[in-house]
């Protein structure tokens, strides 16, 4: 019974294995279907059984194995190659040996590597450049003036190579070295279309540069966009006549030189004047200077009046450019009723001029009118700073150094620094407090506390830790606290009534 048991323990077994063996390479034949043809499972293998199992198959395709042979799909004659991509792409379109290759000429003559690079002589299972036919064919040869054949590639060995090229014509590399055409000779780029249009006319280190401005101011650069001074080997702008001059001026309003901000030399429209003369104005309403863009562009006066910073900072004309994303709007200051009448940065900030797309201060009448003059002591224009204190009249007349001693302008703001900024307020004259003490105005001399109007009207007359105070029934009593008010008593540090 024992044997018995074991026997069929062994035999169940290798049952659970062989079905396992079964699924796995039929699972395998899955895969080998689609790469060979072999799609049938037999005992352990995977074959292809006809001529179908083969054609489906990607080396069919790709290498022409598409013939069934033996339970194998092969390249089985010239016409399964043709057929294939291999032959397309590669130029395995030679039977041989039940194989697809690279056998004769014609092989690689309709290849893109012949076309372009030469490589048309079929040597070894390979194409390759041969013959001078072979570069004189291709597009490096017509492109580059690589023409001759040199250790399995085409080079440039002679300027006839490089004389006909777009590159001899378009930047002056017309002569051969070291085995492709470059820049060398004056004639070069004197011939090319780099020295025609942009000025490009003397050679160094293999490229056409510009080293003169005669050369420039003869170019068709200078003469379309005021690029007319050599500076770092090319023509740049360099006047405000140059960028006058320029087709680009009557056109789109790039009338005045400036750099911008990464220091690159620009015609642009410095104002609006620039852009008013300009046929992009007459022709399409472009018609203002944006600094931003730094091109004369289409403005909606009053287009942003809904906008926050219309009311906070003036920006109330609506601006349309275009940019790499499309055309995008934004909000400017383009007039200045954005600032005077469309927003209240005029009236509360003295900002009521239109400048560079925001709201500055240019008036002093702006600043006065304003309110921040008598506030804060800020009576002097500066432009983008908007209004600024500037001298001592402008903090000393201010409420700030009547009320709070800040009575020295620095830095645009009026400032509490010394003994004198607290003797000209009326913390001084009423309260006492006229000397400086770690930034604050307080009581130093008990002349100070007898001459304040607090010691007439409160009896706050004697210095105590740096206040003035009511110590003695006697201060109070000779004042208007006492008089009016009956409060005569003196208690802790105040006149009080005496009950």
Do not use: W
């Amino acid at each position: 019974m024992r044997n018995l048991c074991c026997l069929l323990f062994f035999l169940f077994m290798y049952c659970l294995t062989s079905m396992s063996c079964v699924q796995k390479n039929a699972f395998e034949c899955r895969s080998s279907c689609e790469e060979k043809g072999h799609c049938h499972l037999a005992g352990t293998s995977c074959l292809a059984l006809d001529k179908f199992d083969c054609l489906e198959s990607r080396l069919c395709k790709e290498e022409g194995k598409c013939t069934h042979h033996d339970s194998k799909c092969i390249a089985g004659n010239a016409m399964d190659c043709r057929a294939s991509t291999g032959c397309t792409t590669n130029g395995k379109c030679s039977f041989e040996n039940n194989r697809c290759i690279i056998k004769v000429d014609a092989d690689c003559q309709n290849l893109s590597i012949c076309q372009k690079l030469g490589q048309c002589t079929a040597q070894q299972e390979k194409c390759v450049v041969s013959k001078v036919e072979d570069c004189a064919r291709s597009e490096v040869c017509r492109e580059e003036g690589l023409c001759k054949p040199l250790k399995q590639k085409c080079v440039a060995l002679e300027d006839q190579d490089c004389l006909k090229t777009p590159p001899c014509r378009e930047l002056g590399r017309c002569t051969a070295s070291e085995e492709k055409c470059v820049v060398s000779k004056v004639e070069d780029c004197a011939n090319s279309q780099a020295c025609k249009e942009r000025g490009l006319c003397q050679p160094k280190d293999q490229m056409c540069v510009a080293l003169n401005d005669d050369e420039c101011q003869q170019s068709t650069l200078c003469k379309q966009s005021g690029h007319c001074f050599a500076v770092d080997e090319k023509c740049q702008p360099g006047t405000d006549k140059a960028c006058r001059d320029s087709d680009s001026c009557r056109e789109r309003g790039t009338c005045t030189f400036q750099m911008d901000p990464s220091g690159n030399r620009i015609c642009m429209p410095a104002t609006s004047e620039d852009c008013k003369q300009s046929k992009a104005c007459q022709r399409s309403g472009h018609c203002y200077g944006s600094k931003n863009t730094r091109q004369c562009v289409r403005v909606a006066y009053g287009g942003c009046t809904k906008n926050d910073n219309c009311i906070l900072h003036g920006h109330c004309s609506s601006v349309q450019s275009k940019g790499f994303f499309g055309v995008a709007a934004s909000c400017i200051a383009a007039e200045d009723v954005d600032c005077q009448k469309r927003s209240d940065v005029c009236t509360k900030y003295g900002r009521c001029t239109a400048e560079n797309e925001t709201c500055v201060a240019r008036e002093k009448k702006d600043c006065e009118s304003s309110g921040l003059c008598k506030q804060n002591g800020l009576c002097q224009p500066s432009g983008e700073k908007g209004c600024l204190a500037q001298t001592e009249k402008d903090c000393e007349d201010s409420d700030a150094c009547q009320k709070n001693a800040r009575c020295t302008p620095l830095d645009g703001a009026c400032v509490l620094q010394k003994d004198g900024d607290c003797r000209k307020s009326l913390l001084c004259r009423n309260e006492g407090l006229c000397g400086l003490v770690e930034d604050s105005c307080r009581a130093v001399d008990a002349k100070d506390c007898k001459a304040s109007e607090n010691c007439k009207l409160e009896g706050l007359c004697r210095l105590v830790d740096e206040k003035c105070q009511a110590l003695k029934d006697s201060d109070c009593a000779e004042s208007e606290a006492c008089k009016q008010h009956n409060r005569c008593v003196a208690e802790d540090g105040k006149c009080i009534v005496d009950n």
